[in-house]
């Protein structure tokens, strides 16, 4: 595998279900996000790792919970969610989270309907 | 805050033609990162070209080349000799160098679609 995966690449879930998504990037990148892209909207940035520590969490409900185990692995666990949270949720990686080398790289996307 | 504008919601261009997609910001700094990327409706995003403020060049990437006017804060995209598979949703994007808490956190724009037409 190269580049950024993304699994499952499609989700079916209720609202009192707990589902979590994956990324794995094989880059060697020490930063990884969470972005969340609606029809019609931009691309919201949701949550920002540099070498596994969150460095931004922009005001995201609780019912999204990312974790981070190594720079490698990106996880958003997910519960509790509304329909209004259907969405393609992408993920991306760089090399540095900022400077020179913030050139990011995006995973294909798990697009998320909640019934 | 930074925005990013993209005026133009639908382009179309023919086949072999020249295309210029659109993208204004606005921000206070004065050293960052500005580029372009292409979702096909596969929805893997690729980035297209990037552009440093502090270069006064522009950018070029084979057919894609930028007109980046900093004063105006303009950041546009041609694409020359379109092909079939230019066909997608193009976003422009803006990230500051360094400075707070901005880690790496890029602003888009709403997005440009392409059509090709053979």
């Known amino acids: 595998e190269t580049g950024v995966t993304q699994t499952p690449r499609h989700l079916v879930m209720g609202m009192t279900n707990k589902k979590s998504l994956k990324c794995e990037q094989h880059?060697?990148?020490?930063?990884m996000y969470w972005y969340k892209q609606s029809a019609k909207k931009p691309l919201e940035l949701m949550f920002v790792?540099?070498?596994?520590?969150?460095?931004e969490n922009n005001s995201v409900p609780s019912r999204f919970s990312p974790e981070c185990p190594n720079s490698s692995h990106l996880f958003l666990h997910l519960h509790t969610l509304q329909p209004e949270d259907s969405a393609l949720y992408l993920c991306?990686?760089?090399?540095?989270?900022?400077?020179?080398?913030?050139?990011?790289?995006f995973g294909p996307g798990t697009r998320l309907t909640v019934l | 805050a930074q925005t990013v504008t993209q005026s133009q919601p639908e382009m179309s261009v023919q086949e072999a033609e020249t295309v210029t997609l659109s993208c204004t910001y606005d921000t206070s700094e004065s050293d960052y990162y500005l580029f372009w990327y292409k979702q096909p409706p596969s929805r893997q995003m690729i980035l297209v070209i990037r552009?440093?403020?502090?270069?006064?060049q522009n950018a070029t990437e084979n057919r894609f080349s930028v007109n980046f006017q900093k004063a105006a804060k303009s950041f546009s995209l041609k694409i020359s000799d379109s092909q079939l598979g230019d066909a997608a949703m193009y976003f422009c994007?803006?990230?500051?160098?360094?400075?707070?808490?901005?880690?790496?956190?890029?602003?888009f724009g709403q997005g440009t679609i392409l059509t090709v037409h053979p």
């Open positions: 790792y540099s070498l596994e520590e969150r460095v």
């Open positions: 880059l060697g990148h020490n930063a």
């Open positions: 994007a803006y990230v500051p160098h360094a400075g707070g808490t901005s880690y790496g956190k890029l602003t």
């Open positions: 552009q440093e403020a502090y270069k006064q």
């Open positions: 991306a990686s760089s090399l540095q989270s900022r400077g020179p080398n913030n050139e990011q790289f």
